[in-house]
Nanobody, 111 residues
Framework: QVHLVQSGGGLVQAGDSLTVSCAAS????????MGWFRQPPRQDRKFVAGITSSSTTYYSDPVKGRFTISRDIAKNIVYLQMNSLKPEDTAVYYCRGAAAWGQGTQVTVSS
């Protein structure tokens, strides 16, 4: 059974950078596709970024060019590096992989 534990997040100002992490157990992040989603206040959860088992990455339009998904195979961790953050990036961020969800991490961007 896959278990995903997130860390990082917090309160930053517009223009700042932040990284959220997702540590996996029960599955290798290199063998499955992993992704990040976010849920802004009073909105549905939406896709943000993904990385396939062959390391292809893809992003939603609102974050393309600002966010980077990556993984450390040795540590079995997937990261989401977020640059040039905007207030509209404020959301609870979730990692997803092997049919499991992380617990969610709050990211708040002040203007």
């Amino acid at each position: 059974q896959v278990h995903l534990v997130q860390s990082g997040g917090g309160l930053v100002q517009a223009g700042d950078s932040l990284t959220v992490s997702c540590a996996a157990s029960g599955s290798n992040v290199s063998s499955v596709g992993m992704g990040w989603f976010r849920q802004p206040p009073r909105q549905d959860r939406k896709f943000v970024a993904g990385i396939t088992s062959s390391s292809t990455t893809y992003y939603s339009d609102p974050v393309k060019g600002r966010f980077t998904i990556s993984r450390d195979i040795a540590k079995n961790i997937v990261y989401l590096q977020m640059n040039s953050l905007k207030p509209e990036d404020t959301a609870v961020y979730y990692c997803r992989g092997a049919a499991a969800w992380g617990q969610g991490t709050q990211v708040t961007v002040s203007s």
